[in-house]
């Protein structure tokens, strides 16, 4: 069997790269000016190039 490694850098190394994560995250959450992809393209925008979607085929 081999023997176990310490864990001290690698679980620093972790938390540091979680904890910047998280931070960035929030800051992102309540920036009101940040883009999201929660609501769908309705073709008003420009930012994307891409054409209006279709409309809802009613005959269905």
């Known amino acids: 069997m081999t023997e176990p490694r310490p864990l001290g ?3 620093h190394h972790h938390v540091t790269l979680v ?3 998280q931070a960035f995250l929030a800051l992102r959450r309540y920036d009101p000016e940040a ?3 929660a609501a769908p393209c309705n073709g008003t925008c420009t930012t ?5 979607p279709p409309e809802p085929d009613d005959a269905l």
Not at 48 to 52: A, I, M, N
């Open 9 to 11: 850098r690698t679980w």
């Open 19 to 21: 904890t910047a994560a």
């Open 35 to 37: 883009r999201t992809a």
């Open 48 to 52: 994307c190039g891409l054409p209006p």
